[in-house]
């Protein structure tokens, strides 16, 4: 019979995971407490980037059981979940869910509720993408220019050029103008494409 562990993650400094201990205990799993796993760190740093996370994946043999009480606990990105649930599956490690049931994300109708779930990030992904590019659309064709504000007049580029065919340095003009050698450099490429 395998073990069990628990993997508990808060993202700030001023959360706990008792919550998440306790939900896992009411679930009906009995997790040893060196077994239990928390750590403090954002969802976003990748599940196999986390030091926690990591050594408990050392630890885990064929037969054990992982238990999260929601997906989110192993990343925020579904991409990182799956291949997560994916290593772990092909080690032997099933791995529980409490806020999807408790399913075995490792088990046909987890793999199932995995495919589900990455189809509805990567739908949600390409609204983004459209609504963004939409956005950007209405903007352009309201007249709006879009991107970074020039860091030089139309007149301190011309200044510029002229210092720099008198030989003065990237450097010196550069502190002149507050702005960086490369906002110099792209006047003087922009001005040699013309």
């Known amino acids: 019979m395998g073990r069990t562990f628990a993997y508990c993650r808060v993202s700030t400094s001023d959360q706990n995971t008792d919550n998440q201990v306790r939900e896992i205990e009411a679930a009906g799993f009995a997790v040893e407490p060196k077994r239990i796993v928390a750590e403090t760190i954002s969802g976003s740093v990748a599940a196999m980037e986390r030091k926690g996370f990591a050594r408990l994946v050392d630890r885990l043999e064929t037969g054990d059981v992982l238990i999260v009480t929601k997906l989110d606990r192993l990343g925020r990105n579904a991409m990182d979940v799956r291949a997560t649930v994916e290593r772990l599956a092909a080690e032997g490690v099933r791995v529980h869910c409490l806020a999807l049931g408790g399913v075995d994300l490792t088990s046909a ?80 490429k922009a001005a040699a494409l013309r």
Request: hydrophobic residues 50%; charged residues 25%; proline residues 1%.
């Open 109 to 188: 109708a987890g793999k199932m509720t995995m495919g589900v779930i990455a189809a509805v990030a990567e739908f949600e992904r390409d609204l983004l993408i459209e609504r963004t590019q939409s956005g950007l659309a209405r903007a352009k064709a309201a007249g709006k220019s879009l991107g970074r504000p020039a860091a030089l007049t139309i007149d301190q580029k011309r200044e510029v050029l002229a210092a720099r065919a008198a030989g003065h340095s990237l450097a010196a003009l550069a502190k002149q103008y507050d702005v960086s050698r490369a906002a110099i450099q792209r006047v003087e």
